[in-house]
């Protein structure tokens, strides 16, 4: 063994004084003899050394600059030292101890100012001198000693300096004097490394600023987004080994030549051989000198260590980044494309022509480029990638691709009929006769110090296979026995492949045979791992396997890294394939099963005992609990608090349970997970800002427990827990503390959810009460819009909804998961405040372009939500449609000029100007529609009022030209034209019943088609894929008409009759032989359209109340959009169940509600005309109804009042009549018919016995115990607001422009001023003579017995269900969540720190805005109410510590908000 390494020379080192000398004798004399037998270094060093002393002792004298000369003087120190201690005495030695101590200290000052010489202070200088001087006085005292001055032979001179004899206490004297020149050459030296620390430290500080600056300006410009940079390295094969010099010459060059000679026109450079033939490296290497001579395009290593390089799901974005850095002058074309890529569920082929082939054809120099693809074996979905390739790319002559792969038969087959192939038949491994002398020549310089003769052994051993090479020279560098291993290898007779190489690989790092099942879990964490693992995560995912960094250390042969906290990488996918094949692992099978159920567990014991609430350890007070936008440097505290084990593990447990559901372990720790950690899960990942990884976890765990038989508990706690998420992903995004508050109170009464988490987090949640019973969903709820949604649509190849509402947010969602991926928000496009008001989809479903009422055009990518480059200014017209071009990146919009023109306009949105001449219409166009091949556009535009004559104009988009146009008789504002899929023709049709076919090329008339009820407008036409069948029905209709027509006739008409209420929907199946309709009675019907009789419906039961309808064109996503502005998801691509009743219309009815003075009760009516109007009492305490409903009143119900005992109901109708109940019993008391033509306000004195009685005509002040009119007011007079003073003895009203104040037993007029506009809110203070008004902008303070107008103005904009009134004491005017200190003449806003009244006596103390409840003394929002709830909130009322609402079935919600006040 010893002969296998080569032998190292060692220096020869002089020995130690103590080993050749005793303290006190003399050395015997050495002649020059003698230093000759020595050798001749010692003498030539010691010459040397004189002269360069004396040299340096003349430059520290003389110079100006001393690092120079002050490492000449260290350097001969040592030199000096080095020779004269050879023979020394004990004394002499310490000296010389002490001199390198002080050779020490010098080098640390020069490593600290080789930066450059910089310019010395006096006083180091004259204390280097000093220094110096003591150096030269030991030489000189050593000389003269010695008595060799003037002796000519240098020889002798340095002999007797080793045999000097110095007193000891010149010795002790020259030490001393070397330890002070020392310390004042040291405290010199001190000084000017405290102002270099100085200089230094604002160097930094102004670099730190520029590169500030830089950054900002990199963001300001929108630059490229910011991906990982070892991901990044591992994507473009940076961190892969080249081909060492002299080795692969051959291919090299081929490929070379191929690259720079543009009369090779093959354009792909397909370099495919076996596993291990080095193919990688060589194109590691190319693309490194591309890279230098920058022909390089762009490059790709796919790679089995990450999801993201072993599919195609960032390839296009990832490549284009690359692109993007070599080529900058496409750069900002690409940047605006690939912004924020989260590529998930994408269309591959559009996808890489817009980020590759457009861009790359954009580059103006055509010189060849060069993009690198390698190990395209590794690639899932290559066959879509070799399909584009080779579409594209003769498109772009001038870019050439080296691809390279294992000749696998899928990519044999594509490649090998392809004229751009070249180096189809290149072979770097012939496996007959194998070439030895690229591996000889790897070998030895990886291995230096290996003999020759073992460089071959190994070579031939390799069988030519670099893999095999590689891998041998790691395990002998790393290995601790490298001669025993090698002779392991080389002397089996049964080592002969990369299977046998791996075994040996893996057993020589299983030392322990005892420790093979911790190392098999670390093999297989590391190979089923969805991101690589660093040991360090490693160790804290596997704590109680302490050998995980020794089993990775010797794994180094086959794993890289072995760094303690960078990702562990497979070096070679064939490492990964042995290990997943039972025949070949022969003992290290890794089972994806069970290393998923490994990893799963191991995730789930981690987060058990990592996760709590408040992961963060924010200070707060319950009542402010921050939102996350509140939080500062959230992020910073997410680093603080989280390792990467613990990101990797909240990231993709779920996805490792789903891959291992069957195990029961795995189940057992998911059920736990979910009982007791799910809220503290959702709260981290919220804060870390990866909402939708949960979502998207949690739907693919729900779908694997379905397979699961026999435990319907597991399935329902993931449903639940997975409904829970999305239900409350707007929140979760918003504000993660808030998960334990209001989203555990409004859950369904027996819920998972609600039986493991309401009682530990009870101080955090309201008590909500309720006579609505709420259950979770059987499908998919997309809930986080605020407004009514008035607009739905597929995108994406039906993998993307979305959707708009009337609070201006354009929402974007995956249709799988139901994640939100993206929302565009009024304010919130590019920092602008701007108001959506329509969308449209790109036909390839891969964009979304939508308008503002400021009439600028953006583009959104429905891959990732992000806006694509900068809007459109289109604000000289106002834009009225707007549609996509189905060919080219192109829109066509349709808009009002200021000259009242209508206009048509053709859009490029990559140059983001018009194109070709405007098309000029002298009507407004109510609809447009392009032709399938994007060469037509037919525009209907309408005569004068709607319905009216129609002008239906169909254009060429090739001059701009009017080809035909025609009017039709009836036309609304509704859509009226449909192109035929194949654009053979195009139907239009009219209000009055006739559908008008026209030839698609030309225009000419076809057929006319009407009903056999003419005279009913045509609501919509749907065309069939083929042509052939035709489907209408009609406004307000509940019934289909199909028509079969070929060659201009009609075949067959068929009337579908079955639906009982409006029909909403109509769409062809694929193949044309059925028709779906969906109708406002909630059910889903299907017809055979050759027959036309009804078929059994995909869809059983009903659908709810729906608006909105959409069905995806393969039948398998049915969209609506319920009541609550939720988008409801069924997949129907199997028998898909409604529900089992009906669900009520939408009820625009408007509450009416008082509370009883002690809170017990309270009663509600509704404004709206019902047949049978009614008051109900309901209980607080339970939210039941009280008794039977209060009936009487023949119209809506405007206001409810309590006297102040509780003991009697009043209710005023628009009927124009007061109805009193008894509030115990329900029964009526006494109706009081009115001249009012409406009653809208009562109000009761203390006793009860004096009701006043407003409208906006009248007030009646009536006694309810004679029952009779004491006084009211002329009909001049618009009294709808009232209010009594706290004494009941006044009465103040709103009148015609003003408010008048009423003594309350006499009905004089006391006082009246003055005030435009419509007056909401009236309050007296409870002491003085002051009044309240408030208007829309402002509250106004009247100062009623002064006789003067109302002189204080406070600031407001007016909200819906805020109140005004003044606090007990009188100190405090409060409107909604405003306060203010009326104490003084001038009141004084308070902020929510100012407030110091106790507001528990004022009932308006919460309020409700924006979908959070406020409470007026605290800072920020108190609680949220989920975005599916928010409807319901529209009309709320507030009473001391409850807010109700109501449902829309017209059942009431009561939110009590007592525990965060207590």
Not at 701 to 720: H, K
Not at 794 to 803: C, G, H, P
Not at 1135 to 1148: H, Y
Request: one cysteine or more; proline letters at 4%; glycine letters at 6%.
């Amino acid at each position: 063994m010893s002969t296998i390494f080569k032998k190292q020379r060692k220096k020869k080192t002089n020995e130690h004084p103590s080993q050749s000398d005793t303290p006190g004798s003399s050395a015997p004399e050495a002649t020059t003899s003698d230093m000759h037998a020595k050798g001749s270094t010692a003498y030539e060093r010691t010459s040397d050394w004189t002269v360069l002393f004396f040299n340096c002792l003349r430059e520290i004298s003389e110079a100006s600059e001393m690092l120079a000369p002050l490492k000449s003087t260290s350097m001969l120190l040592i030199r000096g030292l080095e020779t004269t201690m050879h023979n020394n005495r004990s004394a002499w030695e310490e000296l010389a101890r002490k001199l390198a101590l002080h050779h020490t200290t010098i080098n640390g000052y020069i490593s600290q100012l080789e930066v450059g010489d910089r310019p010395s202070s006096n006083a180091s200088q004259d204390a280097l001198k000093k220094y110096a001087e003591v150096l030269s006085a030991i030489l000189r005292e050593a000389t003269a000693s010695a008595d060799v001055a003037g002796t000519p032979n240098l020889k002798k001179t340095f002999k007797r300096i080793g045999d000097t004899q110095i007193e000891k206490d010149r010795i002790a004297e020259l030490s001393r004097d070397a330890d002070f020149a020392h310390r004042q050459f040291d405290e010199a030296m001190r000084i000017i490394m405290a102002r270099q620390v100085t200089e230094l430290q604002q160097q930094l500080d102004r670099v730190r600023a520029e590169i500030m600056q830089e950054i900002g300006e990199l963001k300001s410009r929108n630059d490229l987004p910011d991906f990982d940079e070892p991901f990044l390295s591992l994507v473009r094969g940076q961190d892969l080994d080249i081909c060492e010099q002299g080795t692969r010459s051959e291919i090299l060059g081929q490929i070379r030549i191929w690259a720079i000679d543009e009369q090779i026109k093959s354009q792909i450079y397909w370099l495919n051989d076996a596993a291990g033939t080095g193919k990688t490296t060589i194109a590691a290497t190319l693309a490194d000198e591309w890279l230098t001579n920058r022909t390089l395009a762009g490059r790709f290593f796919f790679s089995p260590n990450s999801a993201a390089t072993s599919s195609l799901d960032q390839f296009c974005s990832l490549l284009a980044k690359d692109i993007a850095l070599q080529l900058p002058e496409v750069r900002q074309v690409i940047n605006a494309r690939i912004r924020e890529v989260s590529a998930a569920c994408l269309r591959f082929s559009q996808q890489f022509r817009r980020l590759v082939v457009e861009p790359l054809k954009l580059v103006s120099d055509k010189r060849n480029l060069l993009l690198v693809i390698d190990a395209l074996d590794n690639c899932k979905g290559r066959d879509k990638l070799l399909s584009e390739l080779l579409l594209h790319l003769p498109s772009i002559s001038s870019v050439k691709l080296l691809l390279t792969s294992r000749p696998l038969p899928d990519i044999t087959d594509i490649l090998s009929t392809s004229t751009l192939i070249e180096g189809y038949n290149t072979c770097l491994l012939d496996v007959y006769n194998p070439s030895y002398a690229d591996v000889t020549i790897y070998i030895r310089k990886r291995v230096p110090k290996l003999e020759g003769e073992y460089v071959d052994l190994i070579a031939n051993r390799s069988g030519g296979l670099f893999i095999w090479a590689a891998t041998v020279c790691r395990m002998l560098q790393i290995y601790r026995r490298p001669s025993k291993l090698l002779h392991q290898i080389l002397d089996s007779q049964s080592f002969k492949g990369l299977d046998d190489l791996y075994l040996q690989v893996l057993e020589q790092a299983l030392v322990d045979k005892a420790a093979h099942s911790l190392f098999m879990n670390i093999l297989e964490a590391v190979t089923i791992s969805f991101q690589p693992l660093s040991i360090s995560s490693l160790q804290v995912l596997f704590p109680e396997n302490d050998k995980v960094d020794l089993f990775i250390q010797d794994l180094c042969g086959v794993l890289k890294d072995g760094d303690p906290h960078r990702p562990i990488k497979v070096l070679h996918p064939t490492f990964r394939e042995f290990l997943y094949q039972a025949d070949r692992a022969n003992g290290f099978l890794v089972r994806t099963t069970n290393a998923h159920a490994l990893l799963s567990s191991s995730c789930v014991v981690l987060l058990l005992g990592v996760l709590k609430h408040n992961i963060l350890g924010l200070l707060y007070q319950k009542s402010a609990i921050p939102t996350n936008t509140h939080i500062e440097n959230v992020n910073d505290l997410v680093e603080q608090n989280t390792t990467v084990a613990l990101k990797y593990a909240s990231s993709y447990w779920a996805r490792h349970a789903a891959a291992s559901i069957l195990e029961s372990d795995v189940q057992e720790k998911v059920m736990t997970f979910l009982s007791t950690k799910l809220l503290n899960w959702l709260e981290l990942m919220s804060f870390r800002g990866c909402v939708g990884q949960c979502i998207q976890g949690l739907a693919q765990l729900q779908t694997a427990v379905a397979m699961i038989e026999n435990r319907s508990d597991l399935q329902n706690a993931v449903s639940n827990s997975y409904q829970f998420a999305l239900q409350n992903q707007s929140l979760m995004t918003e504000a993660a503390l808030h998960l334990y508050t209001t989203p555990l109170a409004f859950l369904p009464k027996e819920s998972f959810i609600s039986e493991r988490y309401q009682r530990a987090h009870k101080v955090l949640i309201p008590v909500v009460t309720s006579a609505a019973s709420t259950k979770w969903s059987a499908h998919t709820v997309l809930t986080g819009h605020t407004g009514h949604i008035e607009q739905v649509a597929f995108a994406l190849n039906y993998t993307r909804v979305v959707s708009r509402d009337t609070d201006n947010t354009l929402s974007l969602w995956d249709i799988e998961s139901g994640s939100l991926i993206g929302k565009q928000s009024a304010g919130s496009v590019k920092g602008k405040q701007v108001a959506i008001k329509h969308f449209t989809v790109s036909p390839d479903g891969e964009e979304v372009a939508f308008v503002t009422k400021s009439n600028n055009i953006y583009v959104l990518s429905a891959i990732t939500g992000a806006l694509s480059g900068e809007p459109i200014d289109a604000s000289a017209e106002e834009i009225l449609h707007i549609t996509f071009c189905p060919n080219r990146r192109r829109i066509i919009t349709s808009s009002i000029s200021s000259t009242m023109f209508n206009v048509l306009r053709l859009w490029d949105l990559e140059a983001q100007t018009t194109v070709g001449n405007p098309m000029r219409l002298d009507v407004p166009t109510t609809c447009m529609c392009l032709s399938p091949d994007g060469t037509m556009l037919v525009s209907v535009s309408i005569y004068g009022h709607c319905p009216g004559k129609g002008l239906v104009i169909a254009w060429s988009l090739e001059d701009y030209s009017q080809v035909v146009s025609y009017t039709m008789s009836r036309v609304g504002y509704m859509k009226c034209i449909r192109f035929c899929p194949d654009g053979s023709y195009f139907a239009t049709w009219t209000r009055d019943g006739t559908i008008h076919l026209r030839l698609g090329h030309t225009g000419e008339r076809m057929l006319e088609l009407c009903s056999t009820r003419t005279n009913d407008p045509v609501d919509d036409v749907v065309i069939s894929p083929s042509g052939r069948h035709i489907a209408s029905y009609n406004f307000g209709g509940s019934t289909v008409y199909l028509w079969e027509v070929k060659s201009g006739l009609v075949l067959n008409h068929h009337t579908l009759v079955g639906h009982e209420m409006d029909i909403r929907y109509l769409l062809f199946s694929p193949e044309g032989d059925r028709v779906v309709s969906i109708s406002l009675d909630q059910t889903v019907r299907v017809w055979n359209t050759h027959t036309g009789e009804g078929l059994q419906s995909f869809f059983t039961g009903y659908t709810g109340t729906i608006m909105l309808p959409e069905l995806s064109q393969d039948w398998r996503y049915l969209l609506t959009v319920g009541l609550s502005n939720q988008i409801n998801i069924y997949d129907v691509s199997h028998q898909c169940q409604g529900e089992e009743k009906p669900g009520d219309e939408r009820s625009f009815a408007v509450p009416v509600i008082a509370f009883s003075p002690l809170g017990d009760i309270f009663a509600c009516g509704f404004t709206e005309y019902v047949s049978k109007p009614y008051i109900q009492r309901w209980s607080v305490e339970t939210t039941q109804p009280l008794g039977e409903p209060m009936t009487g009143h023949t119209n809506g119900v405007r206001c409810v009042a309590f006297t102040s005992d509780g003991q009697i109901i009043a209710s005023g109708s628009d009927d124009c009549t007061v109805r009193l109940w008894s509030s115990s019993t329900g029964n009526a008391l006494w109706t009081i018919p009115t001249e009012m033509n409406t009653v809208e306000r009562i109000a009761f004195t203390f006793t009860g016995e004096v009701m006043v009685l407003g409208s906006n005509h009248k007030i009646y002040v009536i006694n309810t115990k004679a029952k009779n009119v004491v006084w009211s007011t002329g009909k001049e007079n618009s009294n709808s607001e009232l209010v009594l003073s706290a004494d009941n003895s006044k009465i103040a009203a709103t009148c015609d422009n003003g408010v008048g104040i009423w003594d309350v037993l006499t009905g004089k007029q006391m006082a009246r001023c003055d005030i435009s506009g419509r007056i909401f809110h009236l309050s007296f203070h409870p002491q003085r003579d002051l009044l309240a008004i408030c208007s829309y902008t402002c509250i106004y303070l009247w100062e009623f017995n002064s006789g003067q107008i109302p002189s204080l103005e406070l600031q407001i904009k007016y909200e819906n269900g805020f109140q005004l009134g003044f606090t007990l004491d009188g100190k405090y005017l409060l409107y909604g969540d405003l306060v203010w200190n009326v104490q003084s003449k001038r009141p004084r806003k308070l902020g929510p720190g100012d407030i110091r009244v106790d507001l528990g006596s004022y009932e308006q103390s919460l309020i409700y805005r924006d979908g959070w409840i406020y409470y007026v003394a605290t800072r920020g929002p108190l609680l949220p109410i989920p975005s599916h709830l928010r409807e319901q909130f529209f009309d709320w009322t507030a009473f001391y510590n409850l807010i109700l609402v109501w449902t829309q079935d017209k059942l009431p919600v009561l939110v009590d908000c007592t525990p965060f006040f207590h």
